[in-house]
């Protein structure tokens, strides 16, 4: 009997976090872009870390740490309400509406309308999340 990968909910979170962090690295690179040379690698990473114009890139940032320390924890299995909580707050945060008027959402909209990458890995994202979408 073959099993579809995708039921495993450890292979679902890090499909999640593999086409997040698609995602993130096209916002970055797109915020990069219009911050200009950052210099050395580690001078990229204070950017990020501390720049203001990349604050609002911290929230998907934050969203990859938890993943990430969850997918590290072998002591405890992934279940199926993990991925869930994490597929919803993902959603959540790139919810695209009137309702969400924050900076984050703002930039974001920017970015989707100035990137084909960030548009594209959008788009990736929200189809791996439909996939694992309870059945309605």
Partial sequence: MITDPLSDPRTQLKSISS?????????????TERFGNPGSPFEHLQLLTTHPQFAWLRQISEILVEIDERLDDK?????????ENYRKATESQLA??????????YKYLNALQESTQVAMAH??????????????
Avoid: C, I, M, Y
């Avoid at 695209?96 to 959402?105: D, I, K, V």
């Fill in 19 to 31: 086409a997040l962090r698609k995602l993130h690295k096209a916002l970055v690179d797109l915020e």
């Fill in 75 to 83: 002591e405890n299995p992934v279940e199926a309400a993990t991925v």
């Fill in 96 to 105: 695209l509406g009137p309702e969400n008027g924050s900076e984050f959402h």
């Fill in 123 to 136: 788009g990736e994202l929200r189809h791996r999340l439909s996939q694992l979408a309870p059945a309605a």
